[in-house]
């Protein structure tokens, strides 16, 4: 059985001196505790697309994920949990003869297959697009299909529970999160009742991809459009994955004031942005920004 998440998740408030002399509140949600081996919006994106696997009676999971892919050890795990067995295909196809990283060997050690494929082959398949789609799922069995980050309709409604669990939203709160794939802005912006916002900060090159994306979610998963979100594109840091100095130094600092364990390809950024917005007086005094910890660090660094 996989034990279930620590909700709602703690809502805690930080007294910080930039943001309150910008007349800027600030609160983390801490779904970063939510679960020990599902953390943060993976557990969101991925409790809702398990049950479906359960209730249609699939025996295996099938996944795509870089090298360091945070949810693809979240769909190992969970597989392992429930008896399930789990594919994770891999971007890269010269790491299938090379020593696994720390997150690839935690993959394994939860039993999933991995499958490496070069980096043309994986856009493809990610995409359904590649004629290998059809050979990879022949090879692999009936088996229940979770995209590359594990956003689909079905996750974004559990997104969706993240602002349901904040009493009190309004016109003056801004919810706060990174995006990847877009699927957690997605669903945070559709479960926000009237009147509050939500914010996401880009951690890819992504303008104008992104914002279709998270239009394509809301499409998909609601039936509609929502106008209350906007995706911040000032704060990638050169791409995914990349963690420049500013970044690191801010997250050093952030830890240090406010005994938080901050990760760094997509948390540090959300909360360097939401200081610098703050600083620059882009976000109106008044407003409540509250930011999902939607990860925990790596466990070791890679
Ligand atoms: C996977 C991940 C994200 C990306 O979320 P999307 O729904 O793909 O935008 C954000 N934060 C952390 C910590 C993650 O591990």
Known sequence: M??????????????????????????????????????????????????????????????????????????????????????????????????????????????????????????????????????????????LVLPEGGSNALAVRGAAQIPAEIPGLGERDVLCCPVGTGGTLAGIAAGLPVGARALGVAVLRGEGYLEREVMQFHKDSHGREFGNWRIHHGHHGGGYGKVPAEVEEFAVEFERRHRVAVERRYVAKTLLAVHDLAAAGELVPGTRVTVVVTGLPDPVSP
């Open 2 to 143: 996989l034990s279930p998440a620590a909700l709602p998740t703690l809502l805690q408030v930080l007294t910080d001196p930039v943001l309150a002399r910008a007349g800027i509140e600030l609160r983390l949600k801490r779904d970063d505790l939510a679960h020990p081996t599902v953390p943060g919006n993976k557990w969101r994106k991925l409790a809702p697309n398990l049950a479906r696997a359960l209730a249609d009676g699939h025996t295996r999971l099938l996944t795509f994920g870089g090298a360091y892919s945070t949810h693809v050890r979240a769909v190992a795990a969970a597989a392992q949990a429930l008896g399930l067995s789990a594919v994770g295909v891999i971007r890269g196809e010269e790491l299938a003869a090379a020593p696994r990283n720390w997150s690839l060997r935690a993959a394994e050690a939860s039993g999933m297959e991995l499958e490496f494929v070069s980096r043309s082959t994986y856009r493809g398949l990610v995409t359904g697009e590649h004629q290998g789609y059809g050979e990879l799922l022949e090879r692999w069995g009936r088996c």
